[in-house]
């Protein structure tokens, strides 16, 4: 039996509140992208790496979760190096996915929306991976946050007993 719920579907729009770019990290590992967050609460643009080591590298722009939530943005890619060779992706718990509807075969610039779920204190990361460092640097700029939370179901036993999947056995 359901005896309550936690959470009424709030939405956050844009980097705000909880996700105001205040609470969010910038970290490159083996590049020297950045994070153009002058446009924020609207967006944010997050640059690749281009150092010239000829070796993959990451620049992520990361915050933890504090809620159950959705997760849905549109973005907008650029680059003169390749599809191929820069990849824009969202990482969640350390496992990367490239941005709904990118291409490496696709243009030099493409766009798309996506919208993933996620859980309370997972590590969320906007992400631009470059498999070169080489021949210029790609951008992503992500529009349109919008972060609803999802509620939380408080599960009761009404018989006292334990309750086991999605019964009250």
């Known amino acids: ?8 579907n709030p939405v956050t729009n844009g980097f705000s509140g909880a996700y105001d770019v205040a609470n969010w990290t910038f970290t490159n590992t083996n590049a ?9 609460p609207a967006s944010i643009v997050l640059t690749g790496g281009n150092n010239g080591s000829s070796s993959n590298g990451n620049s992520d ?8 939530a959705s997760i849905s ?16 992706r969202v990482i969640v718990n350390g496992t990367p996915t490239n941005m709904n509807g990118y291409s490496t075969s696709g243009t030099l610039s493409q766009s798309g929306s996506m919208t993933l779920t996620v859980n309370a204190g997972d590590t969320f990361a906007f992400n631009m991976f470059t ?15 919008a972060i609803t939370t999802l509620p939380t179901l408080l599960w009761t036993a009404t018989d ?6 999605a019964n009250n056995g």
């Open 61 to 68: 722009y990361t915050i933890t979760l504090p809620t159950n």
């Open 1 to 8: 039996t359901i005896l309550a719920t936690v959470g009424g």
């Open 131 to 145: 498999t070169d460092n080489v021949f210029g640097a790609a951008t992503v700029a992500v529009s349109n946050l």
């Open 32 to 40: 020297d992208g950045n994070v153009n967050t002058t446009a924020a």
């Open 73 to 88: 943005f549109d973005w907008s890619y650029n680059t003169g190096d390749g599809a191929q060779f820069d990849v824009p």
């Open 160 to 165: 006292g007993g334990t309750i086991v999947g």
